[in-house]
């Protein structure tokens, strides 16, 4: 999704920097109500498991 930048900060914490943007952005449509269920699990071994059986690995 696109949207219009609003504001821009730059700060810095230590030897960090950080770009903060405030944008706008138009609300989406709505889903279509379905009879499907999902549950998401979130863990340390996989990042995220679905009630469908899907794995997703961490980053490496």
Do not use: C, H
Not at 1 to 30: F, H, N, S
Not at 36 to 45: C, D, F
């Amino acid at each position: 999704m696109a949207g219009k930048v609003k504001a821009i900060a730059v700060r810095r914490e230590g030897r960090r920097w950080y770009v903060i943007l405030t944008v706008e952005q138009a609300v989406p449509d709505l889903l279509i109500a379905t009879d499907s269920v999902v549950g998401i699990n979130l863990g340390i071994a996989n990042v995220l498991a679905t009630s469908d059986g899907a794995f997703v690995p961490p980053p490496s």
